[in-house]
Each structure stands twice: as structure tokens, then as C-alpha cells.
């Protein structure tokens, strides 16, 4: 069983709840920035402000998904993502939800307990504890946590997911920021520019 | 402090910390194509541009960006004096957009969503492209967070100049 991570202080409990959005509902508008370009949901205008950064930055995210092991980075980023406050969160894409195996939506629905369900394998809970860190307090880090997540990475391969980890912390942090719905993966960026 | 995981070599990058590309270099040749654009950005001025990056340096403790000063600030009448107010801009004699830009940066380092009132203030002091700007800024600046959680980010590093 993975320690529990180490907490900023003041932080406190770490919350539990788990809501994961259906894929077919569409997205929303509500944004406070209301001067955005024009778009069918409110990424789709955010992407429309800097088309060339996100463009770019949706083909940095197709090479974290071939680099690092896409069923960690799923339930990482989910994790990330409630733990960051996001009010709810779409796991997978509609396409996703078709070919995403069975066993991966039983362990997103069941992230909360991650430290304790027999669903998660070492690597994951390993993977999802230096997530944890990562995302409420990256001074917390010690060695002792990156030693655990070289008992099953490369250091390369310690190295693309950490980058990973910001990569989905830092858009999900400027959509929370925006009030922007974020899409599950960079293929939805795709969907948006192909639409839009 | 030192490198958390074994590095491929030694060789350290012109900034005085380890050169990683190698261990991920399809990953830093992707974000070059973004950081290609994101530099072309040019709606928020040096000085505050600075202050926000400062600001984020300081939250994430990471031991690179907070010897660094870019070249543009220094050259746009950034001093010290200006920059150290960062700690307690509300209090300061910083300007109001250079505020709004703090409090923005703020809301994503903590993060929280904007109340409707810090919301009015900020889209008075900034413009979209601006607000936009800084927030993308800050998506690049927070990559340092990957070099604080690996102990990438050097010791002991004198102040230097670099050029955005």
C-alpha cells in the first residue's frame, strides 16, 4: 500500500468526492471572460484566443499519451483534477468511453480509494501518490517518493510523466482559473479546431 | 540539490543546471513548438511579465527561476527594488495592472476560481489578449514544478540575466 502523501500544510483532508461527468453531455459556457473569441463551447473559444500555442501544445499532449502509460496518465490526471477543485470532470471522450476498457472506468470511478482497493495495481498507487504531492504541494517531494516511482520507472520514463503531470495540472489549472470546461484529451482539440 | 534520478550525463545547460532533453527529447521538441509561439505573445509589458514570473519562482521554490532576471525586464527599468514587492504587492506601490496581473497569477498558482468582483477588476486593468497571455505565460513558467519534484532545478546559482 502506498504511504499517504504529504500534505501542504493548512491543506487538511484531502478530498475524496469523485465526479466524473458523462462524455455525451455537452460542453458549457459560463466563462467570466466574455471577450473571447467565438466558439461553440467555451474551450473551443479559449483554444480560438491562441490557435497556434494550442495547437502546439495539443501535439505535446499526443506525445505525453504515446510516452507514458495511457491508463496511469487517465487516472492521474483525473485524480489531479479533484483534487485541484475542478466541479466535475470528464474522464474520457466520447470516443473514449467505447474503447476504454472496462477495468479502467471501474478504477476512475473508484480513484477515492485508490490507497486501499484491490483495483489498483503497486505502480499506479505509486504513480497516483507522487500525483497527489505534485499537484498540492511539489516542495513536499522528497527522494523517498522518487525512489519509490524508480522501483518501476526508468528514470526517462520517471521523467515523461512528471512532465506529464504538469503538462494536465497546469491547462487544468487556466480552465479552473477561466471557469472553462477542459476536454478529457487532446484528441477532443482536434475535434474542436476540425469543428470550429 | 541534487539530481533525484540518474541523469544520461553531467553536462549541464547554459543556465548552470542539468540539460534533461535527452531523457524526453520527442517531449521538449514538442513544447519548443509551443514556447516558439508563446514567445511571439506580446500584449503584457517586461515589468509585469517579471513580477508574475517571479511570483510563481517563489510559490514553487524552485532554485533556478528565482536567480534568474530576463533581459526585456532589466531593459524596461525593472530593479530589485520593483521586483521585491512581489511578496507583498497588495500593500505595494506596484501599479494597479501590474496588481491585476499578480492577482491573476495568484488565483492560478492557488488555484481558485475568480469571484465575480476580482473578476470585474482584473478585465478592467487587462485586456483578453493580456489576461490570456499571462495565463499561457504561466503554463510555461509552472513547467518548473517538473524540475523542483526531480531536484533538477540547481544549487546555490549566482543571479544571472537570460533572454526570454
Same mark, same amino acid.
Given at each position: 500500500?502506498?504511504?499517504?502523501?504529504?500534505?501542504? =500544510?493548512?491543506?487538511?483532508?484531502?478530498?475524496?468526492?469523485?465526479?466524473?461527468?458523462?462524455?455525451?453531455?455537452?460542453?458549457?459556457?459560463?466563462?467570466?471572460?466574455?471577450?473571447?473569441?467565438?466558439?461553440?463551447?467555451?474551450?473551443?473559444?479559449?483554444?480560438?484566443?491562441?490557435?497556434? *500555442? *494550442?495547437?502546439?501544445?495539443?501535439?505535446?499532449?499526443?506525445?505525453?499519451?504515446?510516452?507514458?502509460? !495511457?491508463?496511469?496518465?487517465?487516472?492521474?490526471? =483525473?485524480?489531479?483534477?479533484?483534487?485541484?477543485? /475542478?466541479?466535475?470532470?470528464? =474522464?474520457?471522450?466520447?470516443?473514449?468511453?467505447?474503447?476504454?476498457?472496462?477495468?479502467?472506468?471501474?478504477?476512475?470511478?473508484?480513484?477515492?480509494?485508490?490507497?486501499?482497493?484491490?483495483? *489498483?495495481?503497486?505502480?499506479?498507487?505509486?504513480?497516483?501518490?507522487?500525483?497527489?504531492?505534485?499537484?498540492?504541494? /511539489?516542495?513536499?517531494?522528497?527522494?523517498?517518493?522518487?525512489?519509490?516511482?524508480?522501483?518501476?520507472?526508468? !528514470?526517462?520514463?520517471?521523467?515523461?510523466?512528471?512532465?506529464?503531470?504538469?503538462? *494536465?495540472?497546469?491547462?487544468?489549472?487556466?480552465?479552473?482559473?477561466?471557469?472553462?470546461?477542459?476536454?478529457?484529451?487532446?484528441?477532443? /482539440?482536434?475535434?474542436?479546431?476540425?469543428?470550429? | 540539490?541534487?539530481? #533525484?534520478?540518474?541523469?544520461?550525463?553531467? %553536462?549541464?545547460?547554459?543556465?548552470?543546471?542539468?540539460?534533461? &532533453?535527452?531523457?524526453?527529447?520527442?517531449?521538449?521538441?514538442?513544447?519548443?513548438?509551443?514556447?516558439?509561439?508563446?514567445?511571439?505573445?506580446?500584449?503584457?509589458?517586461? $515589468? &509585469?511579465?517579471?513580477?508574475?514570473?517571479? #511570483?510563481? +519562482?517563489? #510559490?514553487?521554490?524552485?532554485?533556478?527561476?528565482?536567480?534568474? #532576471?530576463?533581459?526585456?525586464?532589466?531593459? +524596461?527599468?525593472?530593479?530589485?527594488?520593483?521586483?521585491?514587492?512581489?511578496?507583498?504587492?497588495?500593500?505595494? @506601490?506596484?501599479?494597479?495592472?501590474?496588481?491585476?496581473?499578480? %492577482?491573476?497569477?495568484?488565483?492560478?498558482?492557488?488555484?481558485?476560481?475568480?469571484?465575480?468582483?476580482?473578476? %470585474?477588476?482584473?478585465? %478592467?486593468?487587462?485586456?483578453?489578449?493580456?489576461?490570456? @497571455?499571462?495565463?499561457?505565460?504561466? $503554463?510555461?513558467?509552472?513547467?518548473?514544478?517538473?524540475?523542483?519534484?526531480?531536484?533538477?532545478?540547481?544549487?546555490?546559482?549566482?543571479?544571472? $540575466?537570460?533572454?526570454?
Amino acid at each position: 500500500m502506498a504511504l499517504p502523501p504529504r500534505y501542504h =500544510a493548512g491543506l487538511g483532508q484531502v478530498p475524496t468526492e469523485t465526479r466524473i461527468l458523462d462524455a455525451d453531455t455537452p460542453m458549457r459556457r459560463r466563462t467570466w471572460l466574455k471577450d473571447l473569441p467565438p466558439g461553440a463551447a467555451d474551450w473551443e473559444r479559449l483554444v480560438a484566443s491562441s490557435p497556434g *500555442f *494550442f495547437a502546439a501544445w495539443s501535439a505535446l499532449e499526443d506525445e505525453l499519451w504515446r510516452s507514458v502509460d !495511457p491508463t496511469i496518465l487517465r487516472l492521474c490526471r =483525473a485524480r489531479m483534477a479533484i483534487l485541484l477543485g /475542478v466541479p466535475g470532470q470528464r =474522464a474520457l471522450t466520447r470516443d473514449e468511453k467505447r474503447d476504454v476498457s472496462s477495468l479502467t472506468r471501474q478504477k476512475l470511478a473508484a480513484l477515492a480509494q485508490w490507497p486501499y482497493s484491490p483495483l *489498483f495495481a503497486p505502480v499506479e498507487r505509486t504513480c497516483l501518490s507522487f500525483a497527489e504531492q505534485f499537484v498540492l504541494d /511539489v516542495t513536499g517531494i522528497d527522494q523517498s517518493m522518487v525512489d519509490a516511482l524508480l522501483e518501476h520507472l526508468s !528514470p526517462a520514463d520517471c521523467y515523461s510523466f512528471t512532465y506529464a503531470l504538469w503538462c *494536465f495540472e497546469a491547462m487544468e489549472r487556466v480552465c479552473l482559473v477561466l471557469d472553462v470546461e477542459l476536454p478529457p484529451t487532446a484528441a477532443a /482539440v482536434h475535434r474542436a479546431e476540425l469543428s470550429g | 540539490m541534487p539530481p #533525484r534520478i540518474p541523469l544520461p550525463h553531467d %553536462r549541464p545547460n547554459s543556465l548552470g543546471v542539468p540539460d534533461v &532533453t535527452e531523457l524526453f527529447p520527442s517531449g521538449w521538441a514538442a513544447w519548443r513548438r509551443a514556447y516558439v509561439v508563446l514567445r511571439e505573445l506580446d500584449s503584457v509589458d517586461p $515589468v &509585469t511579465k517579471e513580477l508574475v514570473r517571479i #511570483r510563481n +519562482a517563489r #510559490r514553487q521554490k524552485c532554485e533556478l527561476c528565482m536567480s534568474l #532576471r530576463s533581459s526585456d525586464s532589466l531593459a +524596461a527599468g525593472a530593479d530589485e527594488e520593483t521586483l521585491e514587492q512581489v511578496d507583498h504587492y497588495e500593500d505595494s @506601490e506596484l501599479l494597479d495592472l501590474q496588481k491585476a496581473a499578480l %492577482r491573476l497569477a495568484d488565483a492560478y498558482l492557488t488555484p481558485t476560481p475568480v469571484s465575480p468582483a476580482l473578476a %470585474r477588476e482584473i478585465r %478592467r486593468q487587462l485586456s483578453p489578449d493580456q489576461i490570456v @497571455e499571462i495565463l499561457l505565460r504561466l $503554463v510555461h513558467w509552472s513547467n518548473n514544478k517538473v524540475m523542483v519534484a526531480l531536484g533538477l532545478d540547481g544549487d546555490d546559482l549566482s543571479r544571472q $540575466v537570460y533572454d526570454p
